[in-house]
Antibody, heavy 119, light 109 residues
Framework: QVQLVQSGAEVKKPGASVKVSCKAS????????MHWVRQAPGQRLEWMGW????????KFSQKFQGRISITSDTSASTGYMELSSLRSEDTAVYYC????????????WGQGTLVTVSS | QSALTQPPSASGSPGQSVTISCTGT?????????VSWYQQHPGKAPKLMIY???KRPSGVPDRFSGSKSVNTASLTVSGLQAEDEADYYC?????????FGTGTKVTVL
C-alpha cells in the first residue's frame, strides 16, 4: 500500500533553516508529483509548492519564493522540502502529499512534521 | 492567491444532509474542473474525498458528492454519520499553483 513517511519534529530558532523529508513506498515514485502543504496551529491548509519527481522541475507559491527549495531523490524514493529564514509564523505541521496529475487531487498524504520556530 | 471562501461551520443530525460551499474566482474554481475536497479529523492528515469536482476515490462512500457552478463548488454529505464530524477543505488548481479553502467544521448533532 502507498505510504509516505515523514521525518520527525523539529525545533528551530528564528533565521534558521529546516529540511523535512518524505520517504515514499508502495508505488512507482516517478508516477506522482510530490506537493508540500502546511497547516499552522488552528489554521487552514496552505499549499507551498511541488516537484515533478520525473524531471525535478518545481513550482512554488509566490508566498515562499526565494526561501523554499523542494527536491526529490528518485534513487531513495524520497522528497525534501527546505524552508529558510524561519520566523515564528512558520510554526506549523508540514505535510507531503502526492498527486497523479497536474490539477488532480492529493491522493495520499504523509503523517505530517511539526516544525516549531522559537527563540 | 487568496484562499477560497467556505462557511466556518455546518451541522446536521444523523441521517440528514449537509452541503458546504467553496467560492473562488474565474482564475481558480471557475477556470478549471480541478476542485478537490478533503476531510480532516483532529490531529490527523487530510484525506481526499472528491477530486476533479465530482469524482470519488476508491473507498470513499457514495454519500459524498461534489458539484460546481461557475465560481462556486459544493460538497454534499448525505445520510450524515457520526464519523463524518470533521473539518472539510476544498482546493482548486489555479494554473501553476493550488489554493485551499478557509475550511468548514461539520458537526453531527
Amino acid at each position: 500500500q502507498v505510504q509516505l513517511v515523514q521525518s520527525g519534529a523539529e525545533v528551530k530558532k528564528p533565521g534558521a533553516s529546516v529540511k523535512v523529508s518524505c520517504k515514499a513506498s508502495g508505488y512507482t515514485f516517478t508516477n506522482y508529483a510530490m506537493h508540500w502543504v502546511r497547516q499552522a496551529p488552528g489554521q487552514r491548509l496552505e499549499w507551498m509548492g511541488w516537484v515533478n519527481t520525473g524531471n525535478g522541475n518545481t513550482k512554488f507559491s509566490q508566498k515562499f519564493q526565494g526561501r523554499i527549495s523542494i527536491t526529490s531523490d528518485t534513487s531513495a524514493s524520497t522528497g525534501y522540502m527546505e524552508l529558510s529564514s524561519l520566523r515564528s509564523e512558520d510554526t506549523a505541521v508540514y505535510y507531503c502529499a502526492i498527486a497523479a496529475a497536474a490539477g488532480s487531487g492529493f491522493d495520499y498524504w504523509g503523517q505530517g512534521t511539526l516544525v516549531t520556530v522559537s527563540s | 492567491q487568496s484562499a477560497l471562501t467556505q462557511p466556518p461551520s455546518a451541522s446536521g443530525s444523523p441521517g440528514q444532509s449537509v452541503t458546504i460551499s467553496c467560492t473562488g474566482t474565474s482564475s481558480d474554481v471557475g477556470g478549471y474542473n480541478y476542485v478537490s475536497w478533503y476531510q480532516q479529523h483532529p490531529g490527523k492528515a487530510p484525506k481526499l474525498m472528491i477530486y476533479e469536482v465530482s469524482k470519488r476515490p476508491s473507498g470513499v462512500p457514495d454519500r459524498f458528492s461534489g458539484s460546481k457552478s461557475v465560481n462556486t463548488a459544493s460538497l454534499t454529505v448525505s445520510g450524515l454519520q457520526a464519523e463524518d464530524e470533521a473539518d472539510y477543505y476544498c482546493s482548486s488548481y489555479a494554473g501553476i499553483s493550488y489554493v485551499f479553502g478557509t475550511g468548514t467544521k461539520v458537526t453531527v448533532l
